[in-house]
């Protein structure tokens, strides 16, 4: 017996380092777009040990480890896994929201949650913004997908939307404030919950007052603050208390921002010492709502169905039927030849854009809204590619304070990193179907 312990000591040594050399994975000969800018590196090799990327280089710098599995990439665009820096977990495409929150409740920690997550995840998105939804479900699926114990994209919560006063039957995930030390008291919850993010909507309905100690208090514990952009005052309002991003380009069909707003954001973005301005235009659902309405069959794609039990899937399916019916969009016709001309007034102002969808509002879904932003912001609006990428990878990461760990493809961060056939940069839409989806080193796809 005991000559046979040194030789089963000695095997058990061997199995352990083959298994630690065989956690490194190669992927090779790729043309990689790393976040950062810079012109795209050909026939690219990317070392992941475990959850991290241990080196970067091209097959003539970087040598392979002998046992290190090979994952091919030739022929295929690599960069970092895709964020969206607006979407709602918590909806899913369904056209009736009243009907949808009453009924969906009881399903959202442990069904339609972790389903968009998942969905997301599969497009070739490793990390996204949720703002939106009740507080405890929103901690528990955010912190499940942290622990490894379902699958999704890496989510960034806000809890409850904060605004003056919610929308009837809508209490558990909107909060309203009256006055300012209830601000700070409903605030000073949301940042003893834990969440990363504070979700601010409806800001020119509430006092300065109000809105200043919502602002402050969020900022006084490091937590930015989201703001909604859809009425001028809202901008205005939000400009002034310092909120760290707006979203959307905003409900009428004004062909323009108004001139004293898009002075106070020059004046904002020529007063570097507080960073960029950020602001996530969310323009995809309104763009294509006609191309939808009249060509219906894209919905047909059941990418949307991971997840879902059949009887919500046959449940969405029936409340978009009528593309052309929905409440929702009837006046989007009138706002789209506006969402161009507001895109090009911030960008000559010097605003940030981030790519955000308001994903799973109607017809629009988690595994589909991202790359139909970018696709939208390259081919329609003339963005450049390379922009449109940094704005779904390096600047999200950098917003959210997490650019040390995720963003771009280096060394020492985690291996969030997607790869596609062919030329991203010159075919953006390529995107609608990634090939390969790798999140902390882990291969899903």
Known sequence: ?????????????????????????????????????????????????????????????????????IISTEGMTVLPGLWDMHVHTMINGHADYAYWDKTYPPLLKDVIMPSSAEQLLMAGVTSARDLGAPLEESIAVRDAINNGDIPGATLYVSGPFIQKKPYPGTEDFRWGVNGPEDARKKIKKLVSAGVDVVKLIDQDKMSMEELSAIVDEAHKNELKVVAHGHRPDEIRRGLMVGADCFEHTGLSSAP??????????????????????????????????????????????????????????????????????????????????????????????????????????????????????????????????????????????????????????????????????????????????????????????
């Open 256 to 445: 323009r921002y108004p001139d004293d707003i898009m002075g106070m954001i020059r004046e904002r973005t020529a007063d570097m010492s507080s960073g960029p301005l950020y602001w996530c235009p969310t323009v995809e659902g309104l763009y294509n709502y006609e191309y939808t309405r009249d060509n219906p069959e894209v919905l047909d794609n059941d990418s949307w169905h991971r997840g879902l039990p059949d009887s919500v899937v046959t449940d969405i399916k029936n409340s978009i039927k009528h593309p052309d019916r929905l409440p929702y969009f009837q006046l989007t016709p009138v706002r789209k030849p506006t969402l161009k001309t507001k895109i090009q007034q911030l960008l000559d102002a010097g605003v940030v854009l981030m790519i955000g969808t308001d994903s799973g509002i109607p017809m629009k879904f988690h595994s589909q809204s991202t790359w139909n932003e970018l696709d939208v912001w390259v081919n329609e609006f003339g963005i450049d590619p390379m922009y449109a990428i940094r704005a779904a990878t390096y600047w999200p990461s950098l917003w959210m304070g997490v650019s040390d760990e995720v963003g771009t493809v280096t060394p020492g961060k985690y291996a969030d990193i997607i790869a596609v056939k062919g030329d991203v940069l010159r075919y953006i839409s390529l995107l609608q179907d990634v090939d390969i989806v790798i999140k902390h080193g882990k291969q899903y796809k």
């Open 1 to 69: 017996m005991t000559n046979k312990i040194p030789f089963l000591v000695l095997l058990l040594i061997s199995i352990t380092a083959f298994s630690q050399t065989k956690k490194i994975k190669a992927l090779v000969g790729g043309t990689l777009i790393d976040g950062y800018g810079a012109e795209p590196i050909d026939n690219s090799v990317i070392l992941v040990e475990g959850e991290k990327i241990k080196a970067v280089g091209t097959i003539t710098t970087l040598e392979i480890p002998d046992h290190a599995e």
